[in-house]
């Protein structure tokens, strides 16, 4: 059987962000309004109780690390800033987009909590290297392994070829999906953030989190590469491939970071991820996949 | 004494990474292992206590080192970074076998 293009796979996901879409255009509609305040962000957030509850649980999370407690949306809203709410959002709607691909070649609980543990540490180096906007980190971490998800949804029986080819050879599951397919899942993801229209330098770091040193020299993709490589030798979850992918050091040395820097990373993301997954995932602590 | 570099046995198995820090007890297992020699950077007391490698069992560290490659698809990577993120991954390991 020939595999299916990566369009034909793109074409039969939603487009829209599903139940946070609303929620998502109201902002951005109030963004555009010569009348927008806080207040009103805060109204269209508070619309949606369980997005409300989430938001609030994340502001009071380590992953923020804020002495005071917020208790209300507009409070959030004030201190974390318009364009990080709306990022959560948008990571909110991409979690619920995929619910339902089936467990059988990947645990979907290993899936997200690799992929909320690669958002955090994109994050965290984005600001320890003082890149702007470290909060887009987080997106690109949660995505970079969504052309998986569109492959396992969608191609199930070479997805299946796929993992029968990475045990039989014992080659990284990128590789074996580019015998197979011809492509591999940073190709699905890079064409899937673009039609969902996401920025150029959130896809860059998708498309090239496997060799950051062929894109361009932008950062980006070095970021998500590094917090993919920590990630995966910190064991916090799988998106299927169960090895350390190897450290390409031009994405280490291109980030300028020092040897020192990597023991405090390896701890905040120890102390982040927990309340991350529980904020994202509704789960509880203890039953790690 | 803390060691300076990998310490392998005959098969070139790695025992100890560079970065632990010994205790007489591993030492004399080391020597039983027939490791003759090892390349020391350091010792203070005050390392042993802190260190988690050290609190280990020697058999438990080389079963968490060998462990810990395995799941590297490029587990002799050299240089001051593969190296920092494996002794990291290995005190992470020893700390929660000691909690458990």
């Not at chain 1, 909320?116 to 887009?136: F, H």
């Not at chain 1, 969902?196 to 932008?218: C, D, Q, T």
């Not at chain 2, 990998?6 to 039983?32: F, H, S, Y």
């Amino acid at each position: 059987m020939n595999p299916p293009s990566i369009q034909t796979m793109i074409q039969a996901i939603p487009r829209s962000l599903g139940s946070y879409g609303p929620v998502i255009e109201e902002i951005e509609q109030a963004l555009q309004s010569a009348q927008c305040n806080l207040s009103s962000i805060g109204d269209a957030i508070q619309k949606d109780p369980d997005l409300t509850a989430r938001l609030l649980r994340l502001a009071n999370s380590p992953y923020f690390g804020f002495a005071a407690r917020l208790s209300t949306v507009a409070e959030a809203v004030s201190l974390l800033g318009i364009q990080q709410v709306q990022d959560l959002i948008i990571a909110s709607s991409v979690l619920d987009r995929f619910k339902g691909v089936p467990d059988e070649l990947v645990s979907m609980n290993s899936f997200w909590r690799h992929s909320l543990a690669v958002g955090i540490a994109a994050r965290l180096i984005a600001m320890e290297r003082r890149l702007p906007r470290p909060d887009k980190f987080f997106v690109a971490g949660l995505l970079h392994d969504v052309g998986r998800l569109v492959l396992l949804s969608q191609a199930p029986v070479h997805a299946r070829a796929i993992f029968d080819l990475y045990r039989q050879e014992r080659i990284p599951l990128h590789e074996a999906e580019l015998k197979v397919l011809g492509y591999d899942h940073q190709q699905i993801a890079a064409e899937l953030l673009y039609c969902w229209k996401f920025p150029p330098h959130l896809i860059h770091a998708v498309a090239f989190h496997h060799h950051p040193s062929a894109g361009e020299g932008r950062p980006e993709a070095a970021v998500v590469h590094v917090a993919d490589h920590l990630v995966g030798a910190m064991g916090l979850g799988s998106s299927g491939e169960q090895m350390v992918s190897p450290l390409d050091e031009k994405a280490w040395a291109a980030l300028g970071l020092g040897v020192e820097s990597l023991s405090p990373l390896v701890s905040a993301i120890d102390e982040q991820i927990e309340a991350v997954e529980e904020v994202f995932l509704h789960r509880n602590h203890g039953s790690r996949p | 004494m803390v060691v300076a570099g990998d310490v392998k046995n005959i098969d070139g198995m790695l025992l100890v990474p560079a970065g632990c820090t010994l205790t007489e007890r591993q030492i004399g297992i080391l020597q039983a292992w027939g490791v003759a020699e090892v390349e020391v950077a350091a010792s203070t007391e005050t390392t042993r206590q802190h260190d988690p490698l050290a609190r280990l069992p020697l058999a438990k560290l080389a079963q968490l080192t060998a462990e810990l490659q395995a799941r590297f698809w490029q587990p002799d990577a050299t240089g001051p970074v593969p190296e920092e993120i494996f002794r990291l991954m290995l005190v992470r390991q020893a700390r929660q076998f000691l909690k458990d």
